[in-house]
């Protein structure tokens, strides 16, 4: 049944675009999801929240969070405050004898903690399989929301009336009085609301291999409390993470390398052992057996979103929400916990909304609130892997464990229904 005198698409059903369908159909607002693929999918690796990422979940809805709650995996009780234990796995910032660090009486060897990052406090985070918890929120929307083989080519206005008329690249098209792009780092919706080459995704000299190992294998190598909590290992051009997910069942591993340009035509590229282990030629013989232990991995090219001077359009209506807005790297593990904000704040707005008028200061509050913070995102999780890799502070670890301490803070430590309420604010003084 209508609630609104507008109707609103979203074109893509990633972790974006199914939140956002999540959040504004328990305010009674109908939506279509346009999806270019044949049904809703994920790949079957990890991704971390923060607990800003964890308080958004919360705040989208109970049944939101109960889901969550299923796939989210937790570190031991007693580093429950941890996010990394941090440590050196480069056996060249060790030498001879692999001390990395004197700590008072202390000697400090390759492969033991150099320092921990922690949390401000005991709230909620960890880590889901992305496949998983993305079936979870596929059970959460009725099967009529969604169309799928719908691949947007093009949105044009139609004549004499409010509405967009979206095109896809199976002929056909849908007309909707509101289209929120939620289609990823290489979203057309993007393309087409700016206009603009320049804001294409860039490479950022980083690639990543992306694998899972069965816990009992990973503790094999790494021993069992190695194994079980997250851990970041730092080196010359590269660091590597491992943390559980799959409650523990499964370590996911994510190995990090560098290289001056991208010049395959496709993003994600089988990997080949000879060229993992070549990577990590200096890493020593843990690393070693770690990254040789890693199930099918992928290479990942790293790219990320110049800043976009506005996520929102008028004429027609479109606004950009998720990885389409601000795509990042993954390096302070934050850019789906950004996307879930993103509808948070998003959808509650359009809950206020009664005319279309009222969507565009709508789309005006959610810009002005979300792009600075989603933007800082961006640049700060480019600097965090030059951080982690001996590029920023140099190898320095007292300059790195300082620099680590407090970075994450504003991510962290947001209070999101503060943000909302200034965007309400905003939004309410634009009348
Ligand atoms: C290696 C790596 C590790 C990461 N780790 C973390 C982490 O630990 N924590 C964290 O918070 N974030 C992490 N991220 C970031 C996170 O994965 C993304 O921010 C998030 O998945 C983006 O979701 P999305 O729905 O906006 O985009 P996507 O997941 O890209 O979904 C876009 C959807 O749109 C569809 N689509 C695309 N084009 C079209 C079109 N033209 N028409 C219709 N549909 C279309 C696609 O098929 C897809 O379903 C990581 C990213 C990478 C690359």
């Known amino acids: 049944m209508a609630t609104k005198p507008f109707d609103i698409a979203i074109v ?36 971390g929240f923060g607990p800003n990422a964890a308080r958004a979940v919360e705040l989208v809805s109970p049944e939101f969070q109960e889901a969550f709650g299923r ?11 941890v996010w990394f234990s941090v440590r050196v796995g480069d056996q060249r910032r060790g030498g ?34 992305r496949a998983h918890f993305l079936d979870e929120l596929v059970k959460l929307i009725p099967k009529s929301v969604a169309r799928f083989g719908k691949r947007l080519a093009d949105i044009s206005k139609e004549d004499g009336t409010d509405n967009a008329v979206l095109h896809f690249t199976d002929g056909t098209t ?32 980083k690639y990543v291999y ?36 799959e409650k523990g069942k499964t370590m996911n591993i994510v190995a990090f390398s560098s290289q001056d340009t991208w010049t395959e035509s496709e993003w994600v590229v089988h990997a080949s052992k000879d060229k993992l282990r070549e990577d990590y030629r200096s890493w020593g013989p ?20 110049p800043p976009a001077p506005t996520y929102y359009g008028l004429n027609p209506r479109i606004c950009l929400v998720g990885d389409a807005a601000h795509a990042s790297t993954p390096h302070q593990g934050s850019g789906a916990g950004m996307c879930i904000e993103d509808c948070y704040i998003l959808s509650n707005l359009i809950a206020e909304a009664n005319s279309l008028e ?10 002005e609130v979300r792009r600075p913070r989603t933007h800082k995102l961006v640049t700060t999780s480019k600097e965090a892997a030059m951080l982690y890799e ?32 200034r965007a309400k604010t905003i939004y309410r003084g634009l009348a």
């Open 12 to 47: 893509g059903g990633g972790i974006t675009g199914l939140t956002l369908a999540i959040s504004l159909l328990k305010h009674n607002i109908p939506v279509t999801i346009y999806e270019a693929a044949s049904n809703f999918g994920e790949i079957g690796a990890g991704v």
């Open 71 to 81: 796939c989210l995996t937790k570190q031991h009780k007693d580093k429950h405050d």
């Open 96 to 129: 001879e004898d692999g001390v990395v660090k004197k700590q008072g009486d202390k000697t400090l060897k390759l492969g033991d903690i150099i320092f921990e990052v922690h949390f401000s406090d005991d709230r909620e985070w960890g880590s889901v399989h």
């Open 174 to 205: 849908a007309k909707h009085s509101v289209v929120l792009g939620c289609d990823g780092i290489k979203s057309r919706t993007r393309e087409l609301l700016l206009k603009d080459d320049n804001m294409k995704a860039v490479f950022t000299g």
């Open 210 to 245: 992306r694998g899972l190992i069965p816990m009992d294998k990973a503790i094999e190598i790494l021993g069992e409390e190695q194994a079980t909590n997250s851990q970041m290992y730092l080196g010359y051009n590269g660091h590597i993470l491992t943390y559980p997910i």
């Open 286 to 305: 843990r690393i070693t057996a770690l990254v040789s232990a890693m199930e099918k991995p992928d290479i990942w090219a790293l790219y990320n979103h």
């Open 358 to 367: 009222d969507v565009d200061r709508v789309f005006k509050a959610y810009d």
């Open 390 to 421: 001996f590029e920023l502070e140099g190898d320095d670890l007292d300059a790195i464990e300082q620099n680590m301490t407090n970075r994450m803070r504003w991510i962290w430590d947001i209070d999101t229904v503060a943000e909302l309420e």
